[in-house]
């Protein structure tokens, strides 16, 4: 156990802060049903680290960070830009094409960056396991101040998020409003991307939300579930990981996967 602790102790750490950070922001992301606008705007930041190690950065950098922050609010500029009040093509059609468009355009650059294959495989999957208690900490604060953002401007995001047609009526800017959100959520992406993979950045934000959704209609219920499914796969992927010495990213994903399966299979008992 002790063992355990000290080589999982902080990436086990890390992976919970990101789970209270994105079962927030993927309660809005769900709502909004742009269910892949959190894998665009991961693969979005993805390429701004490609372009940063193609001249000269490295991963986990200062400017690496920056870069791949600033290509992520591009990407969020860039969807909040897509809704329109006549939609003649769905947004998430648009956030499709954002996402294939910078996998490729990662793919081209990463071909010019000497191990480039190892790079690819390393920002989808992550690399967790080796995270310090450092990047814990900064973490933790950038994550804290951002919640201090989406709490002051709780109502405005809710309410374009549940009920876009209603805000719009009242006043409220929905362009403005979706860059703020996109822009955080961006913000949060940029830096999970780096130590977590695109995979489980989705994983993370989507699959514990769809399944409180699934069981709860009420948001404080599916909100407490979603924490409790997300703390548990973590707990469940990192420990089969060290046990099975497999990669801790694609483990916790691999995980969330099984519980959901499970959930949806035992939900007949689950409601009783």
Known sequence: MSDFLEMMGAPLVMALILVAMHAHLGHHVVKRGVIFVDIALA??????????????????????????????CLGAWLIARTRTREERAPQEAYIGIIYVVASAAMILVLTQVPHGGDEIRH??????????????IKTGILYALLGAFLYRWRKPLARVSTDPVGARRDG??????????????????????????????????????VMGVRLFNDSR?????????????????????????LPTGAAIVCTFGLFLTLQVVLEPLLRR
């Open 172 to 209: 409220l800017s929905l362009r403005k409003w979706d860059f703020v959100f996109y822009a955080i959520l961006g913000v949060v992406v940029t830096s999970s991307v780096q130590i977590a993979g695109v995979l489980l950045v989705f994983s993370l934000l989507v699959v514990p939300t």
């Open 123 to 136: 920002l989808l999957v992550g690399a967790i396991l080796w995270v310090s208690w450092s990047a814990v």
């Open 43 to 72: 693969q979005v930041a993805a390429f701004g680290v490609a372009i940063s190690l193609l001249i000269g950065g490295e991963v986990g950098s200062d400017r690496t960070w920056l870069i791949a922050l600033a290509s992520a």
């Open 221 to 245: 219920r599916q909100y407490i579930y979603t924490l409790a499914v997300g703390v548990a796969a973590v707990v469940v992927g990192s420990a089969l990981s060290y046990i099975l010495d």
